[in-house]
């Protein structure tokens, strides 16, 4: 799996692949501009900026949109890890929890360090052929270092039936 996710480190850290992956698979976060800062095995840090398509009615990042961009700092952990693995496992988010601390304007970083956890996740699968299910938290802050949000997304992970 070590290699699977170090081949699609290099690929969605390449501008070009970045944009048609988000096109592709998030075409929503391609229009709301968020953007992979950093990954690697154990984390990843996502950002999104207030501007004219992210705001809401009160002058700050509307809650969908920093959702979106938590959930990517999960999400492409876990798609790394499953990148091309076999058997294939299927991801998907099963609970989302999020508090809100702060309004959300200017840049807002959101970092999950639970690459370990995910990892490990998915190879329980692959091991048993069973759904595991994780919390995974990803922390928001603005330019000042303030926390403005906290979510927390419940992942499910299965392996693949290869028999049938």
């Given at each position: 799996?070590?290699?699977n996710?170090e081949?699609f480190?290099?690929s969605?850290t390449?501008?070009?692949?970045?944009?048609?992956?988000?096109?592709?698979?998030?075409?929503m976060?391609?229009?709301a501009?968020?953007?992979?800062?950093?990954?690697?095995?154990?984390?990843?840090v996502?950002?999104?900026?207030?501007?004219?398509?992210?705001q809401?009615?009160?002058?700050?990042?509307?809650?969908?949109?920093?959702s979106?961009?938590?959930e990517?700092?999960?999400?492409?952990?876990?798609?790394a890890?499953?990148?091309?693995?076999?058997?294939?496992?299927?991801?998907l988010v099963?609970?989302?929890?999020?508090?809100?601390?702060?309004?959300?304007?200017?840049?807002?970083?959101?970092?999950?360090?639970?690459?370990?956890?995910?990892?490990?996740?998915?190879?329980?699968s692959?091991?048993?052929?069973?759904?595991v299910?994780?919390?995974?938290?990803s922390?928001?802050?603005?330019?000042?270092?303030?926390v403005?949000?906290?979510?927390i997304f419940?992942?499910?992970?299965?392996?693949?039936?290869?028999?049938?």
């Amino acid at each position: 799996m070590n290699s699977n996710f170090e081949k699609f480190k290099k690929s969605i850290t390449h501008p070009l692949k970045y944009r048609l992956f988000m096109i592709t698979k998030l075409p929503m976060g391609f229009i709301a501009g968020l953007k992979l800062a950093d990954i690697d095995k154990d984390k990843a840090v996502v950002s999104v900026r207030f501007k004219w398509l992210t705001q809401n009615p009160f002058k700050s990042i509307y809650f969908a949109v920093l959702s979106m961009a938590a959930e990517l700092s999960t999400g492409i952990l876990s798609f790394a890890n499953v990148y091309n693995s076999k058997p294939a496992v299927s991801m998907l988010v099963i609970k989302l929890q999020g508090e809100f601390y702060k309004k959300a304007v200017g840049k807002i970083t959101f970092t999950c360090t639970d690459g370990g956890k995910i990892t490990d996740a998915i190879q329980q699968s692959i091991a048993t052929g069973e759904g595991v299910t994780i919390d995974c938290k990803s922390v928001g802050i603005n330019e000042q270092n303030e926390v403005v949000a906290i979510f927390i997304f419940t992942w499910s992970f299965k392996a693949k039936n290869t028999t049938a």
